[in-house]
């Protein structure tokens, strides 16, 4: 599922190879008064939500005698190079979290268990997780993730720019076309020199993870029966629709990524930026006075792109049976009402339960509102089974050449289409 091909047909070999290091990862137990399990748990949360998911172990290790979670913190990129090979050789992680999308790799490759076991059990509660999410966490009609770290895409912007514009900030935009229109009455280029001093809205072509979420929007997919569909004319005619309304005009500069997105957006030069909403509190840093509404509705339907984690409880617990309850003793224990009060308010993703009232996240008036989102979040590469890596870097290559194409599109997106067929019919 990444480019280092080789590399991993190497580690999973090895890990078909090793079926029994069923016990691996470090010694099961520890010796003493009791035995306690520990649980390996690797993470790439760096910020403070890295804080609040440590405070959440700190608590749970505390709260009972019996299994001891250890965490381990890597970048993102740094837990896909090297899981397979850490399984493989049994110094991998026994639960990790891990993108919704690209974990059906790992799990064609046999890398994450089932866990419909922890579904089926009444005391863990997940009647009460968002079906939406729960949905988005299966494959094949089984259950393997448990819901982590969620959050919808939103637009958020710069609440005196609407100001200087003489633009209700508090007033959301319902379609995409008022989208465009607020973006065009933002873009202010005084000197009229063809580059603005502030553009309407900062849309990251060179990271275009949003063109999965334009089509369904527009009723369409970028997979639909195992075909590519960007060569179709819903695709045509929604990219067409962005490229001529948005790029086209100058509302969004093109062959940016989110960091240079990100960057305008913080430093005054863009009043809207389709983000996350981790970007809130730099964007305060910075003194922006920040407001969000959710991504307005397509032709078809409300849709928004999901920033989907869950947990995952890997090949390496195999059959241990201590370690894989203490593995749901965990992600219960993390997912119970109380923690998801304080993952809310604290880490800014909103709650993977439906049972939290508004009143109980009055802590986090952000999470609050933007919560309902999620109802309407999809994941990215939700039509894929596996790939998702070279489809994505399919995907940032072709949102520059988009934004920078002139007449017909459908040449563009049918040689780009033929790339991901490929993809997909590997």
């Known amino acids: 599922m990444t480019k280092k091909a080789n590399r991993v047909l190497a580690a999973v070999l090895a890990l078909a190879a090793g079926v029994g290091l069923t016990g691996c990862g470090g010694q099961s137990t520890e010796q003493g008064a009791d035995k306690v399990t520990t649980i390996t748990l690797w993470h790439g949360f760096t910020e403070k939500d890295g804080d609040t ?141 063809g580059t603005p001093e502030q553009y309407g809205i900062a849309l990251a072509d060179k990271e275009s993870g949003y063109i999965p979420t334009f089509l369904q929007a527009a009723g369409s997919d970028l997979v639909e029966g195992g075909k590519a569909t960007l060569d179709g004319d819903k695709a045509v005619k929604t990219m067409t629709y962005w490229r001529d309304k948005v790029y086209a005009p100058r509302f969004s500069p093109s062959n940016i990524s989110l960091t240079d997105a990100q960057t305008l957006f913080v430093s005054g030069k863009a009043a809207m930026f389709f983000i996350g909403p981790w970007v809130a509190q730099t964007a305060k ?20 792109q999901a920033a989907s984690l869950y947990w995952y409880v890997t090949s390496q617990v195999g059959q241990d049976k201590s370690k894989r309850e203490g593995a749901y003793e965990f992600m219960r224990f993390f997912n119970n009402h109380r923690n998801q009060i304080t993952w809310a308010t604290e880490a800014n993703y909103p709650p993977n339960r439906t049972d939290i009232t508004g009143e109980e996240l009055k802590g986090n008036p952000l999470i ?10 999809k994941l990215l590469l939700g039509s894929l089974k596996t790939g998702f890596a070279d489809v994505q870097s399919e995907l940032n290559a072709l949102g520059p050449k988009i934004s920078a194409s002139q007449g017909d599109i459908r040449p563009i997106l049918k040689a780009s289409n033929d790339r991901i067929q490929s993809l997909i019919d590997k």
């Open 53 to 193: 998911l440590q405070a959440i172990i700190k608590d749970f290790n505390a709260s009972q005698k019996h299994y001891r979670v250890k965490a381990e913190k890597n970048p993102w990129n740094v837990i896909n190079d090297k899981l397979m090979s850490g399984l493989s050789a049994g110094n991998g992680p026994d639960i990790l979290t891990y993108q919704a999308d690209s974990a059906r790799g790992f799990i064609t490759q046999g890398a994450f268990l089932p866990t419909d076991d922890f579904y089926a059990d009444p005391a863990n509660e997940t009647k009460v997780y968002r079906a939406n999410v729960v949905k988005d966490g299966m494959l094949d009609g089984k259950h393997y993730g448990v819901p982590m770290g969620h959050a919808p895409y939103s637009v958020y912007y710069n609440k005196e720019a609407f100001r200087k514009a003489g633009i209700d900030p508090g007033q959301a935009p319902a379609t995409w076309d008022d989208l465009v229109d607020l973006a065009r009455k933002l873009t202010v280029d005084a000197n009229k020199d």
């Open 285 to 304: 840093d910075k003194g922006i006075d920040v407001g969000t509404f959710e991504f307005p509705a397509g032709p078809a339907a409300r849709v928004t």
């Open 368 to 377: 609050a509102q933007i919560s309902p989102y999620m109802d309407r979040a």
